[in-house]
T-cell receptor, first 114, second 112 residues
Framework: EAQVTQNPRYLITVTGKKLTVTCSQN?????MSWYRQDPGLGLRQIYY???????DKGDVPEGYKVSRKEKRNFPLILESPSPNQTSLYFC?????????????FGSGTQLSVL | GDSVTQMEGPVTLSEEAFLTINCTYT??????LFWYVQYPGEGLQLLLK?????DKGSNKGFEATYRKETTSFHLEKGSVQVSDSAVYFC???????????FGKGTKLSVKP
């Protein structure tokens, strides 16, 4: 089944404790992206990757890191999480290119930083 | 920069009512336009899209027409069902890389 898989689904952590949210897609998509969703703010892009070893900042990259060593994986790293990073995070991927294609989203990771 | 503005919710309707969710955009060039839907506890999924002016996207009884003259892409459905309860996001492909820019979302609740 074609899908984008994120783990974990829920995560509670404390300020400053490094964490990684994994994202994997099995559709051979070149484009992958991370978003955060906050009430009243909608979805905001954190980072995106057009292909392996190519990553770029989105609208809200501060406090996050990503890597794209393999086509299928695009982990999101929070080196020193802070409470303002409490949010619902989505990974997404696309093959056709965004102008005509569509994004496939994972089921989300609800992160709470205490 | 490019942006999307959609009507604030929540919107509450009775089953079989007519639905309109307004969406307007600001963009340079000729973006593609999308409506995504997020059902409770799930990620977003593409509902419909339009890639050029006057195109009409349609899916599952929902429709939206790309209106360049009014920079709008309003979502409509003639008769909503309880199962349509979800959050709806309007989006456009913008910027040099064509990244999706989302509106803030409109929550729809349909009562039986």
């Amino acid at each position: 089944e074609a899908q984008v898989t994120q783990n974990p689904r829920y995560l509670i952590t404390v300020t400053g404790k490094k964490l990684t949210v994994t994202c994997s897609q099995n559709m051979n998509h070149e484009y992958m992206s991370w978003y955060r969703q906050d009430p009243g703010l909608g979805l905001r892009q954190i980072y995106y990757s057009m292909n392996v070893e190519v990553t770029d900042k989105g609208d809200v990259p501060e406090g996050y890191k990503v890597s794209r060593k393999e086509k299928r994986n695009f982990p999101l790293i929070l080196e020193s999480p802070s409470p303002n990073q409490t949010s619902l995070y989505f990974c997404a991927s696309s093959f056709e290119g965004l102008r005509g294609g569509k994004l496939f989203f994972g089921s989300g990771t609800q992160l709470s930083v205490l | 920069g490019d942006s999307v503005t959609q009507m604030e919710g929540p919107v509450t309707l009775s089953e079989e009512a007519f639905l309109t969710i307004n969406c307007t955009y600001t963009a340079t060039g000729y973006p593609s336009l999308f409506w995504y839907v997020q059902y409770p506890g799930e990620g977003l999924q593409l509902l419909l899209k339009a890639t050029k002016a006057d195109d009409k996207g349609s899916n599952k009884g929902f429709e939206a027409t790309y209106r360049k003259e009014t920079t709008s892409f309003h979502l409509e459905k003639g008769s909503v069902q309880v199962s349509d309860s979800a959050v709806y996001f309007c989006a456009l492909s913008g910027g040099s890389q064509g990244n999706l820019i989302f509106g803030k979302g409109t929550k729809l609740s349909v009562k039986p």
